[in-house]
């Protein structure tokens, strides 16, 4: 081959590699990129920025935030932005939810989320980084709660978060048996209602009567009709313990726990006349005559000789214990007691006349000593 035309090949292969020298050198592109926040240059071939992300080894997630788009071209000088998604546990008065941020910062966080109260209370410093692969955050706000307490209405502001928070706050001291209207470690809402109930429990003893038994013994030497109470009945005593509810001062249930005789009652002996009682004189009637009787004995016998005198049950009145429904039987009107010694005599009479002396079964006898 001619040397000239060696010369001439020659000239032309250099001149190719030199254009596309040219030509790969003009195709690089130097791009702005920022990854949360940090900026850097790159130089890079690549068409999109998707293409640029995976040169550098950036593998971004769905919540990532990615400008211009993945698919977009990109130009010499152009910036990419990658804002990395951060998990974000956030719970707030109680609720808890998982949210994602693209923020450095707690305080850069609770801007994006729309939480710029200051006077919230945090788990976390709001200068605080936030880790890549994210962290806990919990937010209390000031809520305005309704707090029933010892007979007093109060609305408090605060940022407790629980209603025995609130209470520790406000200074409230809960006994062993107090109650809530609400779980101790309930969340608080904005206009919450929280009631203290106030609960006593007690043991109370009530002391009641017990009624002594009438022992009746035959007496053959006592006329018949005759009674003699030959021991007084004595009332006992009996301890029933209960245990009591009171809720804020009104007693709310009452439990029966044990009962206890703590004085037992004395019997009454009574003894009874069977002797037979010889036929009394005839009178000009057929019934019995109250002339000659010992009408002064009969009542000292029933009311000691006190005209105004009450048995203990408040039944029995007068000289001669009439019940009001006797009393009424023989004429008399108001309480036998209240009438004059002379219309009791008159009407206990009128009673003898009519039923004879076992109308007094302890103190007929008395008639006719």
């Known amino acids: 081959m001619p040397r000239t035309l060696k010369l001439a090949l020659c000239a032309l292969v250099l001149l190719g590699l030199v254009d596309g020298s040219v030509a790969w050198f003009a195709a690089q592109k130097s791009l702005t990129l920022t990854v949360d926040g940090q900026a850097r240059e790159v130089s890079t071939y690549a068409d999109t920025v998707g293409e640029v992300l995976e040169e550098e080894g950036l593998q971004t997630q769905s919540h990532d935030v ?6 977009a071209a990109v130009g010499d000088g152009d910036t990419v932005v990658v804002n990395r998604a951060r998990p974000l ?39 605080e980084r936030l880790p890549l692969d994210g962290m806990a955050l919990s937010i209390t706000t000031p809520k305005d709660v309704t707090l029933v307490v010892d007979g007093g209405t109060r609305v408090v502001t605060t940022t407790a978060p629980t209603a025995s928070d609130l209470l520790a706050e406000q200074g409230v001291v809960l006994g062993p048996d107090d109650r ?19 609960v006593q429990v007690v043991e109370e003893v009530v002391t009641t009567a017990v009624d002594f038994q009438t022992v009746e013994t035959d007496d053959p030497n006592a006329f018949e009709g005759t009674e003699t109470v030959t021991q007084e009945g004595v009332e006992g005593e009996q301890a029933t313990t209960f245990r009591v509810t009171y809720v804020d001062g009104v007693q709310s249930t009452r439990e029966q726990l044990n009962t206890a005789v703590t004085r037992p009652a004395v019997d009454e002996l009574v003894s009874i006349g069977t002797k037979e009682r010889p036929a009394p004189a005839a009178s000009s009637g057929n019934a019995p005559s109250a002339d000659g009787l010992n009408w002064a004995a009969l009542a000292q016998c029933e009311s000691g000789g006190r005209a105004n ?40 009479q009128m009673l003898y006349a009519r039923s004879g002396a076992g109308q007094w079964p302890h103190c007929g006898p008395r008639l006719f000593s």
């Open 66 to 71: 990615v400008l211009p788009a993945p698919e």
């Open 89 to 127: 546990q956030l719970t707030v008065d109680g609720v808890s939810r998982e949210v994602y941020v693209t923020a450095l910062s707690v305080d850069e966080a609770l801007d994006q989320l729309g939480y710029r109260a200051e006077d919230m209370v945090l788990s976390a410093s709001r200068s």
């Open 180 to 198: 809530l209207s609400l779980l101790a470690t309930q969340p608080l809402l904005n206009a919450m209602r929280l009631q203290v109930y106030r």
């Open 309 to 348: 005198a009450v048995s203990s049950t408040g039944k029995y009145h007068g000289l001669y214990q009439f019940s009001v429904g006797t009393w009424q039987s023989v004429g008399g009107s108001g309480l036998p007691s209240q009438a004059s010694p002379a219309e009791q005599t008159m009407r206990a």
